[in-house]
């Protein structure tokens, strides 16, 4: 390294504090020192590696307290704050852990939804907010996902789970993204012009696709309807436009051809002039016709009024028939009657005493003498009366009978009459319209045919819009590529190139593993600033390296970090913060990992960055670049 390596203390991120809020309203505290190696030590379940996880979830971290932090401080606590700089800017970020709260976060007092947190802090700390595309290769990308703060924080906020890999559960995708930012070159790499690129020449695929296909079907089935209609072929909607104007004249003149014919016809049917005179016509039938109607409606109407007389005579012979048999009745049960006292009188109705005194041979009503001979002789003087009325009923039956009968006669006549002349009429109307039936039936076919090819021209502009809507979707397609084509080249990038900003943070590892060459393979680290593959030597650093070196690897890689700002430019996404949770990994010798924690306090040191990291073991000891920080409480085990 040529460059002189400057301190930073005021760029990046930096943790002043953590505080942690019990429900009784008393809370824990723990500072941080910038510039130095801030190691959490303690016993097992002291809260080490629970102090970095409340950092992290007040970073915004959207799981919900127990997942994040774990029960015993979800229940044993009701808030949780970390107080830190952000490009020298101090701000307090604050997560409730009580219900209804969990998806907030509190910056400097206003609360936040946890999916805008990324947007914010991106912006306080200048660096870019990106959209990458969702695959190792932009070209075959189907959709953009955000680059967010929390992807670049896994890789500075190294837990137990990540010591083999550059981020626990990562996409390669995500890896190179977060790889570019850190070195200063993701704004231009993912301008996304390749991405937007290939993305239109899909869509203009696809509308070109889409396109044969409607263009072949509607082909068809204009083919398959013009076929069956006789219409001429149409291939677009002027085609169509001119047909549809043919048929209509079409229409027209067969219209008026049929209105003159059904004028002609009217004449004959009225009797005109023109037609009185056809040979073979007799013009009085028609006159016959109606004069023979009106005799038989004549006729009707003398039968239902005759019918009515006769029931109405019938009736009242059956009611004196009735009225004699009563009599008869009447006179056959007087002496029955005789002893049966009159209670009611039959004129007005009022109660008559059977007991008040009277002759013994007269009414005890109107005191008049009265005998069984005297009411016999009154009954038959009414039945010989009633046998007179029913005799000159009878007499008044059989006339009316008679007439009936001949009114009948008459009426059935007249209906003879009538239909012979109506079978004679349209005898003689058929014989003179059946030149014009042929022309009629033509004239109806044509019609026919010729509005069922008018109702098929709407049908086939449906069709054919398909195939307009289809050539507007590939010309906007087209048109859209040649937009995103002939856009100009993305932000230029300042300062170094992609392969040399590779090559100088390759470097920086490579003089941190110099010095622990006995606990390394051999080969030196390179980047290829293509696909921002890490190898050592000649092979990929995954296939090259075993468990302990990868540890070495990613505190290389970290160390490497502090240096960014120092060995590049303000391009780089200066992070200015490791957190390391328990270096002492896959067996990598813990006098190995204690000089590693000095090289990396006095590069923190040299930086003005900041490193906070938990350990069980003894601390290196170097007041002026290390600093302990014991932790008080012990969880349970659970």
């Known amino acids: 390294m040529t460059k002189n390596v400057t301190a930073h203390p005021n760029r990046g991120l930096r943790i002043e504090k953590v505080t942690m809020v019990h429900h009784s309203g008393e809370f824990e505290e723990y500072a941080?020192?910038?510039?130095?190696?801030?190691?959490?030590?303690?016993?097992?379940?002291?809260?080490?590696?629970?102090?970095?996880?409340?950092?992290?979830?007040?970073?915004?971290?959207r799981d919900g307290p127990t997942d994040a932090l774990g029960a015993a401080v979800a229940d044993g606590y009701v808030e949780i704050s970390t107080s830190l700089r952000l490009n020298?800017?101090?701000?307090?970020?604050?997560?409730?852990?009580?219900?209804?709260?969990?998806?907030?976060?509190?910056?400097?007092?206003?609360?936040?939804a946890v999916d805008t947190f990324s947007d914010w802090i991106l912006s306080e700390l200048g660096w870019p907010n990106l959209h990458?595309?969702?695959?190792?290769?932009?070209?075959?990308?189907?959709?953009?996902?955000?680059?967010?703060?929390?992807?670049?924080?896994?890789?500075?906020?190294?837990?137990?789970d990540s010591w083999t890999d550059f981020a626990d559960k990562e996409m390669e995708f995500i890896r190179r993204a977060v790889v570019s930012q850190l070195l200063g070159f993701a704004?231009?790499?993912?301008?996304?012009?390749?991405?937007?690129?290939?993305?239109?020449?899909?869509?203009?695929?696809?509308?070109?696709?889409?396109?044969?296909?409607?263009?072949?079907?509607?082909?068809q089935a204009v083919t398959a309807i013009a076929e069956r209609l006789q219409l001429p072929p149409a291939g677009s909607m002027e085609q169509v436009n001119t047909a549809r104007e043919e048929i209509r004249t079409q229409l027209d003149a067969i219209y008026q051809q049929r209105q003159q014919l059904t004028a002609e016809i009217n004449s004959i049917v009225q009797g005109g002039a023109e037609s009185a005179a056809a040979a073979g016509y007799d013009?009085?039938?028609?006159?016959?016709?109606?004069?023979?109607?009106?005799?038989?409606?004549?006729?009707?109407?003398?039968?239902?009024?005759?019918?009515?007389?006769?029931?109405?005579?019938?009736?009242?012979?059956?009611?004196?028939?009735?009225?004699?048999s009563r009599m008869e009745r009447l006179i056959t049960s007087v002496e029955f009657f005789d002893a049966l006292?009159?209670?009611?009188?039959?004129?007005?109705?009022?109660?008559?005493?059977?007991?008040?005194?009277?002759?013994?041979?007269?009414?005890?009503?109107c005191f008049q003498p009265v005998d069984d001979d005297q009411r016999r002789r009154r009954a038959q003087i009414e039945i010989r009366s009633l046998k007179s009325e029913l005799a000159d009923l009878q007499d008044v039956i059989a006339r009316t009978a008679a007439d009936l009968h001949t009114a009948r006669r008459r009426r059935d006549e007249l209906q003879g009459r009538q239909e012979q002349l109506a079978e004679r009429l349209n005898e003689e109307r058929a014989a003179q319209l059946a030149p014009f039936m042929t022309a009629l039936e033509r004239f109806a076919a044509q019609i026919a045919q010729l509005e069922q090819k008018m109702t098929a021209f709407p049908a086939i502009e449906d069709i054919l819009q398909r195939r307009v809507e289809a050539s507007q979707a590939v010309t906007a397609a087209q048109q859209a590529l040649d937009a995103i084509d002939n856009e100009p080249a993305?932000?230029?990038?300042?300062?170094?190139?992609?392969?040399?900003?590779?090559?100088?943070?390759?470097?920086?590892?490579?003089?941190?593993?110099?010095?622990?060459?006995?606990?390394?393979?051999?080969?030196?680290?390179?980047?290829?600033?293509?696909?921002?593959?890490?190898?050592?030597?000649?092979?990929?650093?995954?296939?090259?390296?075993?468990?302990?070196?990868?540890?070495?690897?990613?505190?290389?890689?970290?160390?490497?970090?502090?240096?960014?700002?120092?060995?590049?430019d303000e391009e780089c996404a200066f992070p200015g913060l490791l957190m390391l949770d328990n270096p002492y990994q896959q067996g990598l010798?813990?006098?190995?990992?204690?000089?590693?924690?000095?090289?990396?306090a006095s590069a923190a040191h040299m930086t003005g960055t900041q490193i906070i990291s938990t350990q069980a073991l003894p601390t290196p000891r170097d007041p002026q670049t290390i600093r302990e920080i014991k932790m008080p409480k012990v969880y349970e085990a659970p």
């Open 490 to 568: 993305g932000p230029a990038l300042h300062g170094p190139s992609p392969s040399e900003r590779c090559a100088v943070f390759a470097d920086r590892m490579n003089s941190f593993l110099q010095r622990y060459r006995e606990n390394w393979v051999r080969g030196d680290v390179t980047i290829s600033d293509s696909d921002l593959t890490f190898y050592v030597g000649t092979r990929p650093w995954n296939q090259a390296l075993g468990a302990e070196p990868k540890v070495l690897f990613f505190l290389a890689y970290s160390y490497a970090t502090l240096f960014i700002a120092a060995d590049l």
């Open 283 to 324: 013009s009085s039938l028609t006159a016959t016709y109606e004069e023979t109607s009106r005799h038989l409606q004549h006729a009707a109407e003398d039968v239902v009024a005759l019918q009515q007389l006769h029931e109405e005579h019938s009736h009242s012979a059956k009611t004196v028939n009735s009225e004699i």
């Open 589 to 600: 010798e813990p006098d190995v990992v204690r000089a590693i924690l000095k090289d990396m």
């Open 132 to 160: 990458i595309p969702k695959g190792r290769i932009a070209a075959t990308a189907t959709e953009l996902t955000p680059l967010s703060f929390r992807n670049t924080l896994r890789h500075i906020y190294r837990n137990e």
């Open 187 to 219: 704004r231009t790499r993912y301008s996304n012009k390749d991405f937007r690129l290939a993305q239109a020449k899909r869509r203009l695929a696809e509308a070109q696709a889409i396109e044969r296909e409607v263009h072949e079907s509607t082909r």
């Open 341 to 365: 006292p009159v209670r009611l009188c039959p004129a007005c109705e009022q109660h008559v005493d059977p007991r008040r005194g009277h002759d013994e041979d007269a009414c005890y009503l």
């Open 88 to 112: 020298g800017t101090p701000h307090t970020l604050a997560r409730s852990l009580q219900y209804g709260r969990m998806n907030k976060v509190i910056i400097d007092g206003d609360e936040r």
């Open 32 to 61: 941080f020192t910038s510039g130095m190696l801030n190691i959490l030590t303690g016993v097992r379940n002291s809260s080490k590696t629970t102090t970095l996880k409340a950092i992290d979830y007040c970073l915004g971290d």
